[in-house]
């Protein structure tokens, strides 16, 4: 293999660390230099030989809150911008897990494995909201729910969709 394609292998890798393995990977790292200067100078290069804008994200790590920072080092990282997120917590009875989890296992068959327990949960709430909507007459909530929906779908069943609703008119 080359030295850009272990990079590239590398990279994945780290992605996949938790804080602590990544944490610990650092300081093995660390202990390689003579001193904490040469280990600062060897980051500072990059291991593709790109300059370190040390100042820029120093900076950005003083005045930006903790999250977003993370959300700013991610997408410097992968290329792709993140939405911010929560844990939810609630209590659900043991007699109401089969439902939930069967609803979140439907939900994710019909958009598709790749997507998250949390997108799942947002569909089915768009799709209860958008039944609401459609018993109460609130034509603009139904809309932002049906709206939600087809952009959630994946691009195949998403045009099919809209080709049948264009027939239909």
Same mark, same amino acid.
């Given at each position: 293999?080359?030295?850009?394609?272990?990079?590239?292998?590398?990279?994945?890798?780290?992605?996949?660390?938790?804080?602590?393995?990544?944490?610990?990977?650092?300081?093995?790292?660390?202990?390689?230099?003579?001193?904490?200067?040469?280990?600062?100078?060897?980051?500072?290069?990059?291991?593709?030989?790109?300059?370190?804008?040390?100042?820029?994200?120093?900076?950005?790590?003083?005045?930006?809150?903790?999250?977003?920072?993370?959300?700013?080092?991610?997408?410097?990282?992968?290329?792709?911008?993140?939405?911010?997120?929560?844990?939810?917590? /609630?209590? $659900?009875?043991? %007699?109401?897990?089969?439902?939930?989890?069967? *609803? +979140?296992?439907?939900?994710?068959?019909? @958009?598709?494995?790749?997507?998250?327990?949390?997108?799942?949960?947002?569909?089915?709430?768009?799709? /209860?909201? $958008?039944?609401? %909507?459609?018993?109460?007459?609130?034509?603009? *909530? +139904?809309?932002?729910?049906?709206?939600? @929906?087809?952009?959630?779908?994946?691009?195949?069943?998403?045009?099919?969709?809209?080709?049948?609703?264009?027939?239909?008119?």
């Amino acid at each position: 293999m080359n030295n850009d394609a272990n990079s590239k292998r590398l990279d994945n890798i780290e992605r996949q660390l938790t804080q602590k393995q990544w944490a610990i990977r650092q300081a093995d790292e660390m202990r390689r230099y003579a001193s904490q200067e040469d280990f600062l100078k060897a980051i500072g290069k990059g291991r593709d030989g790109q300059r370190f804008d040390c100042a820029t994200w120093l900076h950005k790590a003083r005045e930006l809150p903790k999250e977003e920072f993370k959300r700013e080092v991610s997408k410097h990282l992968t290329g792709k911008e993140t939405e911010p997120w929560e844990i939810l917590y /609630f209590k $659900a009875y043991k %007699s109401q897990l089969p439902v939930i989890v069967h *609803a +979140l296992e439907t939900a994710g068959l019909l @958009l598709g494995s790749d997507k998250s327990r949390g997108y799942c949960l947002e569909m089915i709430c768009a799709d /209860f909201l $958008a039944g609401v %909507s459609l018993e109460a007459g609130n034509r603009d *909530a +139904l809309l932002a729910s049906l709206t939600r @929906l087809v952009i959630g779908l994946p691009k195949p069943e998403r045009k099919q969709l809209l080709e049948e609703v264009l027939v239909t008119f």
